[in-house]
């Protein structure tokens, strides 16, 4: 399959992405994002970062930004400020390399914009560095918004800016070569666009373009409905892999997976199908690896059979008794864990005669990932026990990884259509609230119940780990329709994906303005 013509066939436009995210934001963050700070005082010369994380002392500062400028040589040792942890011995010696970022809202959304230099006029410009530099950053605030800048691997983060071309400037040692995120730290702003890359070392601007593939399954990668048929045999082969993936755009993570895509493969059998489950486990895993599937009638769901050792495969016959949607999941201790690494899928069971046709079925599933690193930091990220024991997860995601469902795979149809989203919680620990902004679910098949009528009408729909729901409605209207838990704040943890839904204009149903 050739993964990058399909990325770009269906990237969305940049600025669509950040306008709704940043709109989910915004409302999730009662609207303060949005710049009205534009009405407020303006040009207040801030004095350079201080320390501003838990825990440390602020450094003494003697310096102003403009003073700073003029006599960096002598302020050099005062403007070098540890955030966190120990002073950093300062080399007098070492080579100071300044920039200076200025905020800016604009059709591109929230960004920072290059001034002077190599960089001037540049959107979120990669900043560089070689080991042993330090590097002083000078943050503009030129929207009238209120701003900081912030590198959390690096442990530094400048003031806020609050006001039309309020500055600050944050000083700091660098010696590890690697690739960092810099970025506003204010709720919403970096997933508006403020963000960027600070590069450590020559070799680590390789490290940037990050080749790891992509666990995300495609929504639309499901098998059609089954049709009018008698109970049969189904044959399920399925194959646990371990694999780094891509979990962001700068960031990895080494992912267990059913088939090297989050969520496993959609399985669509019958009621009344006999089903042969068969599981392999890679050769090259590290773990023993299982499956439980929520369908299945017997002891452990099949987990009891099917531990299975790496290079080795086993198998297990069940009776499909009931219809409806279930999860199926590794369960080898730590389930969590191998859970929260991405083994989790649906099986659905058909109902005699199957299910009311639609134009468009997707495949969407919810699951948190625990790592040691906060969100949004770079490279390969570890995973945390602790943060899953804690249920802390750093990350939210739609079908395994940051901007799935928005970037690589947005879902897609037309005003007139009808969708079916079978959407299940992967978890391991966190309910759902599932939403669509700008849509009312017509039809939801509550926990997934298929012999149950379904609820109609409904705005958000509870679904809980180990959990999934059926959830239909008809398009009337074009637009983007973003899909999120309606708990808000794991939209900025990366838990957003889209419907675009593209037609006619519908001036009746909706329309901006008053009344025509
Ligand atoms: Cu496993």
């Known amino acids: 399959m050739n993964t990058h013509s399909m990325l770009h066939k269906k990237r969305l436009p940049v600025v669509w992405i950040v306008a709704l995210v940043w709109l ?54 005062a403007s070098v400020i540890p955030v966190v942890g ?11 390399i300044q920039y200076t970022l200025r905020t800016n809202i604009g059709h591109e959304g929230m960004t920072f914009v290059g001034v002077g230099g190599a960089i001037d006029g540049l959107i979120n410009p990669n900043l560089t560095a070689q080991p042993g530099d330090i590097v002083e950053i000078t943050l503009v605030n030129g929207d009238g918004a209120e701003h900081d800048l912030m590198l959390p691997d690096l442990n530094v983060m400048t003031e806020h800016v ?9 000083t700091f040692p660098v010696d590890q070569a690697g690739v960092y995120a810099y970025f506003c730290s204010l709720p919403g702003h970096r997933q508006a666009g403020m963000e960027g890359k600070f590069i450590v070392g020559a070799a680590a601007a390789e490290i940037a373009e990050s080749t790891a593939p992509s666990i995300v399954r495609d929504p639309t990668d499901l098998q059609p409905p089954l049709g009018v048929r008698e109970p049969t045999t189904v044959h399920i082969a399925m194959t646990a892999v371990e694999l780094e993936g891509q979990l962001a755009n700068d960031a990895t993570l080494t992912y267990w997976t059913f088939d090297s895509q989050v969520p496993g493969p959609f399985i669509r059998v019958r009621l009344g199908d006999t089903v042969e489950i068969k599981l392999r486990n890679a050769a090259d895993s590290r773990m023993v690896h299982s499956i439980d599937l ?25 009776q499909a008794l009931n219809p409806g949607l279930y999860v199926y999941h590794c369960a080898t201790p730590m389930v969590a864990h191998h859970i929260a690494s991405g083994m989790y ?13 639609v134009d468009h079925e997707f495949y969407v599933m919810q699951g948190e990932l625990y790592t040691q690193a906060p969100y949004g930091a770079t490279g390969p990220q570890a995973f945390s026990e602790e943060k899953l024991l804690a249920e802390a997860p750093e990350y939210y995601v739609f079908n395994g990884a940051v901007g799935a469902l928005i970037e690589q795979y947005p879902l897609q149809a037309k005003v007139g259509e009808t969708v079916r989203i079978f959407f299940g919680v992967g978890g391991p620990n966190a309910i759902s609230s599932f939403h669509v902004i700008g849509e009312i679910f017509d039809r939801v098949y509550d926990q997934a119940s298929l012999t149950s009528p379904p609820l109609t009408n ?19 209207v074009p ?7 309606h708990a808000l704040t794991r939209a900025a943890r990366g838990l957003a994906g889209v419907l675009v839904v593209e037609g006619e204009e519908n001036l009746t149903v909706f329309h901006e303005g008053p009344i025509q």
């Open 294 to 318: 929520h369908a299945v009638t017997g002891p452990g769901g099949g987990a009891t059979v099917t531990q299975v050792a790496p290079g080795e495969e086993k198998s297990f016959t069940f």
């Open 479 to 485: 637009g983007h329709y973003m899909l999120v838990d």
């Open 86 to 96: 120990q002073v950093a011995p300062v080399n007098m010696a070492a080579p100071l």
């Open 458 to 476: 409904v705005q958000t729909t509870l679904v809980p780990p180990g959990g999934a729901t059926v959830a239909e409605f008809k398009l009337e």
């Open 162 to 170: 609050t006001g039309l071309e309020a500055q600050t400037v944050v």
């Open 345 to 357: 899928g649906l099986i659905l069971v058909e109902p005699e005669g199957g299910l009311p046709p």
């Open 24 to 77: 989910v934001l915004a409302i999730a963050k009662g609207l303060d994002a949005t710049p009205l700070a534009f009405l407020e005082a303006v040009t207040v010369v801030a004095p350079p970062s201080v320390a501003s994380m838990p825990g440390t002392e602020p450094a003494t500062l003697s310096v102003t930004a403009e003073s700073h400028v003029a006599t960096v040589q002598d302020d050099r040792l």
